[in-house]
């Protein structure tokens, strides 16, 4: 048949084929216990738990623990330990272990790969050879990269969570995490490392060596406003999710995990984050910059200093609600020098009628260096006299 012939036959079929359904629109709803067992969602922007379900429950997290390895090593490039364009290999023994084992961007034994490229597989196509050659980049072993995992988790307070592999591949339980620790981490990688988070995170599909892969995530492309953050499956962990969106000068985390099938976990994920976003209004309480406190300083050049909220200081309210908002201030002092600007130096407790719904960070509005013999000679005096200056 000439090839003109086959092309209006080609042609004609594919008129033929009826469009393709608009996608429903997404119910906004708190997931259903058998949907989704464990159910988390905080507001970042306010501090505020919208919703959590089982929060601090331990459970393997399958490959959601990618989200610390790629944390660590935002971390380490951060710190200039480790460079996009660095380029590694996949070694012959670890190809072996790991070549072609579950998720995969099919790195080659010995090609040569940017870590660029191997983050990009492990944050969009949950690469486990990538997550594995990553670390042994980085640190030498899997062994290192994974005592590496549990300090940067200890660092950020994530004290029910422990890593035993670098792509939570099934490893006779010693991989365990909590919905609560989970966000914790989302937060500090969203917050610490904004340009790689916006790089790295949230691609909808990834081409590596001749081989397209889309991306798992729920709701990145679904929900708007979401750009991630991981998916995790194994028979033993069930169906979870990592998830952040950012709307309306929000950004919200949500985890939900151990779901039955990965149908309810995508149906959950999204449903969740629309409710979070249509069911509270956010109000901004005080913009960036705003002096919310004057701390004491010992042994420092300045005897007070401001304390500063670093970002827009929001409330998350349930649509219709009027609660009674109170404020307070809490700060271990006096604070000693010396201190550096932008440092941590109080906390913003918030109460809706009484009870306390978020706690954000206050920073020091400028550094303040030890205090000179000379200043230290004038605290003295000051410190004895009857007005405070």
């Known amino acids: 048949m000439p090839i003109r012939a086959k092309t209006a ?4 079929l594919l008129l033929a084929v009826p469009a393709a359904a608009a996608a429903p629109p ?3 709803a708190v997931p259903s216990v058998e949907d989704a067992p464990i159910a988390l969602l905080i507001d970042l922007s306010s501090g505020q738990t919208l919703y959590a379900r089982e929060a601090d429950r331990r459970f393997m997290p399958a490959s959601i623990a990618k989200a610390m390895t790629t944390y660590v090593a935002f971390e380490r490039m951060a710190q ?7 380029v590694t290999a ?19 034994e010995n090609a040569p790969v940017t870590i660029d490229a191997l983050l990009h597989g492990v944050t969009t196509v949950s690469a486990n050879d990538a997550a594995v050659v990553l670390g042994e980049a980085a640190l030498g072993s899997v062994s290192a990269w994974v005592v590496e995992m549990n300090r940067a988790a200890r660092a950020l307070g994530m004290r029910d969570s422990h890593f035993g592999t670098p792509n939570g591949w099934m490893d006779e339980g010693h991989t365990w995490v909590t919905a609560r620790d989970l966000v914790t981490l989302a937060s500090a990688t969203i917050q610490r490392h904004p340009a790689y988070y916006r ?4 691609a909808r599909a990834f081409s590596y060596n001749g081989i397209a892969q889309r991306n798992h995530d729920p709701i990145t492309g679904v929900v708007p406003g979401a750009d991630g953050i991981k998916s995790g499956f194994t028979n033993q962990a069930g169906y979870g999710f990592l998830g952040s969106a950012q709307r309306g000068g929000r950004r919200l985390a949500m985890v939900v995990a151990t779901s039955p099938t990965g149908r309810q976990r995508n149906a ?3 449903a969740f984050m629309e409710w979070g976003f249509q069911a509270f209004d956010s109000r901004i309480l005080f913009p960036v910059g705003t002096t919310l ?3 004491k300083v010992q042994n420092g050049g300045l ?4 304390a500063v909220a670093p970002r827009p200081i929001r409330l998350a309210m349930p649509v219709g609600a009027h609660p009674r908002v109170s404020l307070k201030v809490r700060y271990d002092g006096p604070l000693r020098a010396p201190i550096v600007e932008g440092e941590r130096v109080a906390e913003l407790a918030i109460f809706f009628d009484g009870r306390q719904v978020s706690t954000l960070p206050l920073v020091a509005k400028r550094s303040v260096a030890s205090a000179t013999q000379l200043q230290r000679v004038f605290n003295g005096i000051a410190g004895w006299l009857p007005w405070n200056w």
């Open 9 to 12: 036959i080609l042609a004609a």
């Open 26 to 28: 997404i119910v906004p």
């Open 80 to 86: 200039g330990r480790l460079f996009p364009e660095q």
């Open 90 to 108: 996949m070694r012959p023994e670890t190809f072996r272990l790991w070549g072609r084992v579950g998720s995969t961007m099919y790195l080659a």
């Open 199 to 202: 790089h790295f995170v949230g």
């Open 268 to 270: 959950a994920s999204r």
């Open 293 to 295: 406190a004057r701390v």
């Open 303 to 306: 005897r007070h200093l401001d």
